[in-house]
């Protein structure tokens, strides 16, 4: 059974950085059918996709415009997971923030069907 | 960006009746390969949001044969032939076609 894992802090200082980690057991970040994907939900935006990782062959990154000058996701294959840092934070980016396995370069459109259990982020000096 | 639009935003639904929501893209979702890039997710509360349909019309494992995926193009529909008490929760459709991936509004149901 394949199960994401969450971690990092909840309270972030405005201009700060945000940083996520998302542990993957029962799957491995390599995986070439398989893309690894953060989302953030909030009152104002909805559900909103901010990027993803995926390897084939090489790794390769895909970022939302909206925070494409801010987002960075690596992948991390000595701890099997993937972490988003997101900086020069404001007010607007407190949100619900999720990890989730979606497909991969070998399965396109095959949905996220593995979530993480979600991060509440408040932005706030 | 692609826009997804759903309708109703919200469905109070009797246990046991069928229910039905549209889901339309502002461009088509239909892929060279011939399959449509839209899914389903349910939100239940107090939970993140789970995966029921892929691909326009395929239920994800674990999905109750109860829910199904219609459509092509730009217009979808998701359909509960029998709504139970569990399936009360937000429903969004997302599209998967192009980065980045854009999802509705969501419609929240809930009992009568």
């Known amino acids: 059974q394949v199960q994401l894992q969450q971690s990092g802090p909840r309270l972030v200082k405005p201009s700060q950085t945000l940083s996520l980690s998302c542990a993957i057991s029962g799957d491995s970040v390599s995986r070439n059918s398989a893309g690894w994907n953060w989302v953030r939900q909030s009152p104002s935006r909805g559900l909103e996709w901010l990027g993803r990782?995926?390897?084939?062959?090489?790794?390769?990154?895909e970022y939302a415009e909206s925070v494409k000058s801010r987002i960075t996701i690596n992948p991390d294959t000595s701890k099997n997971q993937f972490t988003l840092q997101l900086k020069s934070l404001t007010p607007d980016d407190s949100a619900v923030y999720y990890c989730?396995?979606?497909?991969?370069?070998?399965?396109w459109g095959y949905g996220m069907d593995v979530w993480g259990q979600g991060t509440t982020v408040s932005v706030s000096s | 960006d692609i826009v997804m639009t759903q309708s109703p935003l919200s469905l109070p639904v009797t246990p046991g009746e069928p229910a039905s929501i549209s889901c339309r893209s502002s461009?088509?979702?239909?892929?060279?390969?011939?399959?449509?890039?839209l899914d389903w997710y349910l939100q239940k509360p107090g939970q993140s949001p789970q995966l029921l349909i892929y691909l326009g019309s395929n239920r994800a494992p674990g999905v109750p044969d109860r829910f199904s995926g219609s459509g092509s193009g730009r217009d979808f529909t998701l359909k509960i032939s029998r709504v139970e008490a569990e399936d009360v929760g937000v429903y969004y459709c997302?599209?998967?076609?192009?980065?980045?991936?854009?999802f509705g509004p969501g419609t929240k149901v809930d009992i009568k």
């Open positions: 461009q088509s979702l239909l892929h060279s390969n011939g399959h449509n890039f």
């Open positions: 989730a396995r979606g497909g991969g370069p070998l399965t």
């Open positions: 990782t995926y390897y084939n062959s090489k790794w390769y990154n």
């Open positions: 997302m599209q998967s076609l192009q980065t980045p991936h854009t």
